[in-house]
């Protein structure tokens, strides 16, 4: 009967350690995803204006042939 009992108090810490873990791992991946995002969301806009300024800058490369050696 104590055998049986610590038997289950020893599954129930097992259980809730790993509970643990998993929660921990889950909140990190979470973290990272929205200080990923944060970062991105501050970033677009500079890369999206240079992206522009390289656009005008560069005007008609497209209509340039390449010289061939």
Do not use: E, N, S, T
Request: aromatic share 6%.
């Amino acid at each position: 009967m104590i055998g049986g009992l610590l038997k289950l108090i020893g599954g129930l810490v097992v259980g809730l350690v790993l509970l643990g873990i998993a929660i921990a791992v889950l909140g990190m991946i979470f973290g990272v995803a929205i200080g990923i995002l944060g970062l991105i969301i501050k970033l677009l806009p500079f890369l999206l204006i240079g992206w522009i300024v390289l656009r005008i800058a560069r005007g008609g490369d497209r209509h340039r042939q390449r010289i061939r050696y």
